[in-house]
């Protein structure tokens, strides 16, 4: 009898254990106090002070450093510790909501020396997929928006005023991306002694719906087989556009190559349609 | 609680406690480890809760393939070492008997052991009958026998015959580096026997040089091989009628070229081997017959005599006449025929008795030595042996020896009369003197003639009482014997072994003068004989009688020997 109840009780809790994830589990933060929450995580958890502030379905993140880069021109070890930690209280705060935003973009200013802006521009969607182990880390990587440049504007600025606060769209986003990847392929290891990028530049028009991409890259030597530049820039469009975000508000894409003079203008359907062997 | 009895019970029961003690603390710190998992659990975020929680099924399902795949593993593993397998895994194969297939009619001769052999496999066939009456089945039987003789075979027979599973072994594979492992095979095998009996009604053991571990159990001294070895035959002893016996279908059979009294005395009992068979040389018609069969499996000519064959082969045993064939069809083969001749058994037998002819190159001076001495070994065995015939002398190298001189009887001899013995230790003197007499001195060829010459002697003296001085007995018999000593008298006085070694050198001595006589007296044919050898290199039988006819010697025994 004992043994049966027994067997009965361990059944049960095996069901219990095997569903235990259909459950349905509160969030732990809310969206309406999404500032507060990131901002007191970091205080908390790792003594850092940042300034939070939400626009729309973007959430801005400032954190103010005295020396952002060493000696070298690298960033600083601590300063790297601690964006790390910033940017890990930023994801538990952003996937533990009831509403998460859909962008997140993360700057760091020296506001002591050099007077420069650390960007970092993330996709919340990716994040998850990230987390997930639906992409992986590389992937993830080339999916984030990473910029430094140098702005005077940034000296003494501990509350992030020079920084303009916006809402940012996919497409934009998108566009930014696709830059980033066209000037990391041309200059890796691979291609920077045989290519010089000029100029790359992507963006995306709202009212026509075009993205736009302008190319100056030149060739410095020859050697076969070496990419083509209007064609690469295509190909990279046509996986962020088509494969990667699916974007729905966007018609066409134009590539200028000031390099060659070539032009290409290709709908969003014949670019879905293109293949390359 | 009394400190005396408190301290009792832990001595009686201080592996529980421990085990007890150490449970607790395990179970205090899985708790522990629970707790903390639950409360981490419970402060992580919302996101992180759902993965978590997300991954239980996946990793229960892991874990319950995993545990499968392992208890698999560990399963066909446990009954891959109950059924014979394992560290102590004998190199033994699990025979099935259609397998061995040696039929009754293969098993030639030896008509009597097989009579007997047939009784038992009546008995352990009929089992279901004896035990109706309340017989029990027999447990053992041990073949005794030279090598060669077709022990091994007879109990391929016996599994043939019965239909049985049959497991066979070797006493040395039981004997392991590690002490208990053939201890472990032992069991291994019995319980894989067990096994086999269960599922097919019955199983036959197969044990060959059982003497390698059967031999009396020993004292334990040195490194724990006497441990080791004690602990293989009581395994066996314990398997064949121990305490925990019961009835089970298995018969041992065991072989052995060891006489019955040099293995352990609780092995020989009745209730373990029940049943002795010795196994022996064959006889004339025994060979007879199986010279008949081997030569059957090959091409030969109708014509060979399988009679002759048989009378020439005294004292061969059936792994003898089998290699005999088999040489001979070589040698028609070699010769490019297609069937074999008795030219080619002749030589066949040549190689199987005295060798193949050796690289050693004599010279001349080495060959006219060698001549004389065996001219003296061959005049002195023609003349004063009563049963043995020259069949051969030759001065080619052969088997280690520059030169051998082959005598054989005409039929088995049982009984070795002193006549016999002293013919012998003359024979094996000739070569001395012959050398003595031709070149006034001697040489160290002499020495394995010397050997047998005053072994057999002190035989004669020590176990035989054929001494002068009158002293009977075996003197053996009063010495010690263990693993490690030889046989050597220790209650016998000082006196009595100067008197028996004197027999023995009067022995030799005697012989001695009557070999000096006898060659002496036929040197001529002594100088002939060894001019002849030299010249032929090798003398057959019948160029021998030729021999001794031209200086009017006959030989005693009249049975004449097939070239």
Redesign the interface.
């Known amino acids: 009898m004992a043994r049966r109840n027994l067997i009965k009780i361990a059944f049960l809790l095996s069901l219990l ?2 569903f ?2 259909c ?1 349905d ?5 809310q969206r309406k106090n999404i500032e507060t929450a990131i901002k007191n995580l970091c205080k908390e958890e790792y003594n850092l002070k940042v300034e939070v502030k939400e626009a729309e379905d973007t959430i801005w993140i400032y954190a103010p450093f005295n020396n952002l880069t060493d000696g070298k021109g690298e960033l600083d070890k601590k300063v790297t510790e601690e964006i790390g930690d910033i940017i890990l209280s930023l994801q ?2 952003i ?2 909501i009831d509403k998460p935003p859909k962008f997140y973009i993360f700057v760091a200013s020296d506001i002591k020396n050099t007077g420069a802006d650390l960007i970092l521009i993330g996709f919340v969607p990716d994040l998850v997929k990230f ?2 182990r639906f992409i992986s880390r590389d992937e993830f990587f080339k999916r984030r928006y990473l910029n430094f440049r140098i702005n005077p504007q940034a000296l003494g600025d501990e509350k992030g005023y020079h920084i303009k606060k916006f809402n940012l769209d996919l497409e934009d986003f998108t566009a930014l991306i696709i830059g980033q990847q066209i000037r990391k392929f041309f200059t890796s290891a691979e291609y920077k002694e045989y290519f010089e990028v000029k100029k790359v530049e992507a963006g995306f028009n709202p009212q026509n719906k075009d993205l736009t991409i302008i190319i100056d890259i030149k060739k410095k030597k020859h050697k076969p087989p070496l990419p083509n530049p209007l064609e690469e820039t295509l190909k990279i469009a046509q996986y962020y556009t088509c494969k990667v975000y699916e974007l729905k508000n966007f018609s066409s894409l134009r590539i200028e190559d000031l390099d060659s003079g070539k032009i290409k203008i290709l709908s969003k359907k014949a670019l879905q349609e293109l293949s390359f062997d | 609680m009394d400190t005396r009895k408190l301290k009792k019970f832990i001595k009686l029961h201080w592996i529980k406690l421990t085990l007890l003690i150490i449970g607790s603390i395990l179970l205090i710190l899985v708790t522990y480890m629970v707790i903390l998992g639950i409360k981490s659990f419970i402060t992580l975020e919302s996101f992180y809760k759902k993965m978590t929680l997300a991954g239980i099924p996946i990793q229960l399902l892991f874990s319950i393939v995993t545990a499968f795949i392992f208890a698999t593993i560990y399963t066909f593993m446990w009954i891959h070492m109950i059924y014979g397998g394992g560290l102590a895994k004998l190199g033994q194969k699990k025979i099935k008997s259609t397998q061995v297939n040696v039929k009754w009619e293969d098993v030639v001769g030896m008509e009597s052991v097989k009579k007997e052999v047939a009784e038992v496999v009546n008995l352990i066939k009929d089992r279901a009958y004896l035990r109706k009456i309340g017989g029990k089945i027999i447990k053992g039987v041990l073949m005794v026998g030279p090598p060669g003789c077709g022990k091994t075979y007879l109990a391929k027979a016996i599994a043939t015959e019965t239909g049985l599973p049959f497991l066979a072994a070797v006493g040395s594979e039981f004997i392991g580096m590690f002490v208990g492992q053939g201890a472990a095979r032992m069991k291994n095998l019995f319980k894989e026997a067990r096994t086999l009996a269960e599922l097919q009604g019955g199983c036959i053991i197969f044990i060959d040089e059982i003497d390698s571990i059967a031999r009396p159990r020993v004292g334990v001294t040195g490194l724990g091989g006497g441990i080791s070895y004690n602990a293989t035959i009581n395994q066996l002893l314990t398997e064949l009628d121990g305490l925990r016996q019961e009835e089970n279908n298995i018969v041992v059979i065991a072989a052995t070229n060891v006489k019955e009294d040099e293995l352990d005395p609780a092995l020989m009992r009745a209730g373990r081997f029940d049943r002795k068979i010795y196994v022996g040389k064959p006889g004339l018609e025994d060979r007879r017959k199986l010279f008949a069969y081997y030569l059957k499996k090959t091409n030969y000519e109708t014509s060979i005599d399988c009679s002759i064959l048989a009378r020439k082969t005294v004292g061969f045993s059936p792994a003898d006449i089998a290699n005999m064939v088999r040489e001979a069809s070589l040698i028609a083969v070699r010769n490019q025929r297609e069937k074999i001749i008795y030219k080619d058994l002749s030589e066949a037998y040549d190689r199987v008795v005295f060798g193949l002819k050796s690289e050693i190159t004599l010279s001349e001076r080495e060959k006219v030595w060698v001549a004389y001495h065996e001219a003296g070994h061959a005049i002195i065995a023609y003349l004063t042996h009563p049963t043995d015939d020259v069949i051969k002398a030759s001065i080619i190298p052969r088997k280690g020896a520059l030169g051998y001189t082959g005598q054989r009887p005409p039929e088995e001899i049982h009984i070795y009369n002193k006549e016999h013995l002293l013919a012998n230790i003359k024979t094996y003197l000739a070569s001395f003197v012959a050398e003595k007499l031709k070149f006034g001195t001697t040489s160290a060829g002499v020495d394995q003639d010397f050997a047998y010459a005053l072994q057999l002697a002190h035989q004669m003296v020590w176990r035989w009482g054929m001494g002068e001085s009158g002293l009977l007995g075996n003197f053996y018999t009063l010495g010690s014997s263990s693993l490690w000593s030889q046989n050597f008298p220790l209650n016998i006085s000082e006196k009595t072994k100067e008197k028996l070694d004197e027999d023995t050198q009067k022995i030799i001595q005697t012989c001695l003068k009557d070999v000096e006589e006898i060659l002496t007296r036929e040197r001529e044919l002594l100088e002939y004989f060894a001019q002849e050898l030299l010249k032929k290199e090798e003398l057959e039988y019948d160029e021998i009688i030729e021999i001794f006819k031209k200086y009017g010697k006959e030989k005693p025994n009249k049975d004449s020997l097939p070239a």
């Open positions: 254990i095997l235990s994830s459950l589990i509160e969030p732990t933060y538990r705060v996937l533990s987390q997930l």
